[in-house]
Every structure is written in C-alpha cells, then in structure tokens.
C-alpha cells in the first residue's frame, strides 16, 4: 500500500501561470517531506523541502505548504516556466532513514 | 557537490544471468538507497542501507540482494535476471535526515 500518493499523473500549464502540483500521505509519523524534480534520462534532483513542525517554506519561484491535519502536501511554482517541464516527484522521509516516493506527476509547461 | 556515480547508463542482459549494479558516492553519507522507477509506479525502494554491511529490504526486495562492504560503495545484485526486471535502477545517498542525492539511472533491460 502506497504511503504517499500522487493522484494527478499529468499536468499541463501555460508559460506565467501557477503550477500546483498535490501529494497525499498516509503516515502521521513522517517527519520530513520533499520534492523531487526528473528530467528523462537523469536521476531525480532535490528541489524544496518541509519539516513536519512547518506549514510552509519558500524558495524562489517554488513554495510548498503542508497540511498535516489533512495528510496532504502541495507544491507552488509561480510563475511557471518551459523548463520547469519535469516530472515531480513528492517524497516522505520518516526517523527509520527510508524515503517513500510518490508516482510523480509530469508537469508540461506550454510557451 | 554531491556524486553519486551508477557504473552503466545502459545494460541488456539475458534472461537468467546474475546482473550487478554498482553505485558509489564521494560525500561520506551513511545512507545509500536502490530504487526502480517504473512508469506509474514512481519509485519503489528495493534496498537500503544505513551503515557498511548494514542492509534492510525495502518494498519490493524479491529477486534483489545488496552488498555494502564499503561505505561509499553500494551494490545492487541481481541474482537470476527475469525479464519484469526490466526497469530503470536509481541508487541514492543521504547523510540523515536531510534530501537524497541520486544518480544518473541504470536502465536494464532483460531480454
């Protein structure tokens, strides 16, 4: 059973617009959250992180917010741009050193 | 910066033979993870480790062994290659608590 969901497999925006990408988590007991971006042929690469005791971190262009009463987590990239054409990955990390990934989302951005 | 180096790109093997994926990274970190990415599946931990000759299975560990005898080195076995192991492998490391750091990919195909 996947303990972190990503229920969208695609999105597609125009070129200045928001991109909002979802995930969903099971586990109460996560202390850490991530976001993973992929370009095809190459290894994800770490692009914005949460700790369980926020409701918010920025960076830049991307933002993520954490509902934790929710179970839910979501990222922000304003405004969005052709290059941030990827699959995004969203990513749990719990005190037993394992990560969980969801099934990512693949984000087009139209010029 | 952070490397974390798969010994392949690309790989074809057949049916039964004993595959072995290499990964090292330069940066000291106690964790090293091996994950398949699989088109709607996202990524799926197979093993990790968190210390040398150190190893827990993760969700999907049949058909899979690890060896770390070194703590910059992990090793991904294969022992029997089936053809559903056809996949792109990503190895990861990370110090604690904070993002992994991937590498390129392997993508094996088992003919």
Redesign the interface.
């Known amino acids: 059973d996947q303990q972190v969901k ?1 229920n969208s ?1 695609s999105l597609s925006v125009q070129e200045g617009r928001i991109s909002i990408l979802n995930c969903d988590y099971t586990n109460s007991m996560f ?2 959250f ?1 976001w ?1 971006k992929k370009y095809p ?6 692009l914005i ?1 949460i700790s369980s005791i926020k409701d918010k971190n920025e960076d830049g262009r991307f933002t993520v917010f954490l509902n934790k009463s929710a179970k839910h987590l979501s990222l922000h990239i304003v405004p969005s741009q052709p290059g941030d054409s990827a699959v995004y ?1 969203c ?1 749990a ?1 719990n ?1 037993f ?8 989302t693949k984000l087009n951005v139209k010029p | 910066d952070v490397k974390v180096t798969q010994s392949s790109r690309y790989l074809v093997k057949r049916t039964g033979e004993k595959v072995f994926l290499e990964c090292v990274q330069d940066m000291d970190h106690e964790n090293m993870f091996w994950y398949r990415q699989d088109p709607g599946l996202g990524l799926r931990l197979i093993y990790f480790s968190y210390d040398v000759k150190m190893k827990e299975k993760g969700d999907i560990p049949e058909g899979y062994s690890v060896s770390r005898e070194k703590k910059e080195r992990f090793s991904l076995i294969l022992e029997s290659a089936s053809t559903n192991q056809t996949s792109m492998y990503l190895c990861a490391s990370s110090l604690g608590l904070v993002e992994a750091f991937f590498g390129q990919g392997t993508r094996l195909t088992v003919v």
Request: no cysteine; hydrophobic share 30%.
């Open positions: 990503q497999p202390d850490y991530l993973y042929a190459e290894g994800p690469t770490f992180s990955f990513a990390f005190s050193n394992k990560f969980y990934f969801g099934s990512g």
